[in-house]
């Protein structure tokens, strides 16, 4: 059984986690300070880090029910969900029937505004671990306990990853930090080269000292590089000034250093016993009983099942929300009918659900239009394992097989450090260990990988990302069904290559400004 490190404070130790969104530097109400209770207890610190990384993986301390951050909906709250939502929904690959306010306009990539709650709920949900990651860091300022420079460093990752995201979604947002923390005025807006300085001095700032070995599900020296490898290659996306090499040194030290290696089983990465599997970098953690959460891979498995179409027992749920279907844009990649999946000798392509579903789709609100992704699943990998209603499959924020398809990206774009012939070494090694075709190099264009990528890392949270780096987003070069709206795809603004600064953030610091087009 895997070891979860997600820990249920007290009701007084998580008092200090309660803060308002809209005031970043609100003193928490507790019994006891956090010196105090670091001063009284040292090895306290171990449960405190935890219940940070836990605003990754769940909504809130008191079980699926509960929310760090105010939400009508305390599933909706999570990490996970928005980073599915914002970063998959929106992209080419996956859709969701639900026709919620606010879900519609991500599904359809149109008529995004400012009052969207998906924009407001991904807003919150990082600027509440931000102040949380600074009150930490304030009182570990003052306090002795064990292991306290590695401590300190996780902290800061986990901050930084909050900030990463801010870069990655809204372009910009405000710069909340220990040094400011208690400041009484609203923070001054943070534009996103701002933000991204920070970021990157951050990162190399703790990456020399962090350690290189972690328990499982907490950051190390390389899930350190592998933030930094992701700033880097999209440095041009975000600062306007490309940073290829910069990403290389990183991608190589992960590749080099790590000593991570690909699973020869890719259904595993993805089963409820990935623990186990030597390519994952860094997961969100998730547990059936004593984790629970409606946000984690819960979402993922059950929002893809539903019993209309789909024996739920045999992914090992016990309930189906009847939502999420790809389409053609991702199993298309694969052949251009059912039968062609099914005649594919790839592993990819057979992790779809295609009997009593079309593949076209015609409509996005229609269950059967499209096939369900079973890309995940609550079984373990042999296929065994009661049905739960809550997923214990760990989701893979970071594993070897994208840092491999970045370093081929980045051979590609001519970046120092890398060579074409190990670029194809590395993309052959992820296709064969899915039974794919090897490719030969003149095969090695940067249209194979947006597409290989596709292949192998869709609905795991950065498609949209993806395509904006490829210039594949907005405009209408590339089209998938239901872009802008339309069900055969359309074109879309550059302003949609960020989100719109949530109506409650705007009014809660006046110093910020809208996006432009919202």
Known sequence: MKKIFLILLSIATLGMYTSCIDDLDTEPITELSLEELLASDPNAVEGLVSRLYSTFALTGPSGPGSSDIDSPDPGESAFLRAIINLQDFTADAMKNRWGDDGLDQLTTTSDWDRNNKFFK??????????????????????????DEENIVAETRFLRALAYYNIIDVFGKGVLATEVNFGQTQPLPEASRIDLFNYVESELLAIEPVIRTTSSYGRANRYVVDMLLA???????????????????????KVINEGGYSLDSNFVRIFSSDNNSSPEIIFPLLAESLTSQSYGNTTYIVNGSLSSDTMPL?????????????????????????????????????????????????????????????????????????????????????????????????????GAAGTSMNDALTYVNDVRTRSNADAVGMSDLTLEFIIDERARELNLEGMRRSDLIRFNKFTGGSYIWPWKGGTASGSSISDDYKLFPIPATALQANPNLTQNPGY
Request: proline share 4%; charged share 20%; net charge negative.
């Open 121 to 146: 709920l991904f807003y919150d949900r990082a600027y509440y671990t931000i102040p949380q990651c600074n009150n930490f860091l304030q009182a570990l300022d003052v306090a002795d306990f064990p």
């Open 313 to 413: 027992a045999q992914f090992g749920a016990t309930d189906g929300w009847t939502g999420h279907r790809a389409s053609k844009g991702w199993y298309g990649l694969f052949g251009n009918s059912a039968a062609e999946l099914g005649a594919s000798n790839d592993v990819r392509a057979s992790l779809f659900w295609t009997t009593g579903h079309n593949f076209e789709m015609s409509d996005y609100r229609e269950w059967t239009d499209g096939f369900p992704s079973i890309k995940f699943r609550n079984t373990a990998s042999d296929g065994s394992g009661n049905p739960v209603g809550f997923s214990a499959t760990d989701f893979p924020f970071y594993r070897l097989s994208d840092v491999y398809l970045m370093y081929a990206e980045l051979a590609i774009r």
């Open 230 to 252: 992701k700033l880097y290659i999209n440095a041009e996306v975000y600062t306007g000034t490309p940073r290829w090499s910069d990403a290389a040194t990183y991608v190589n």
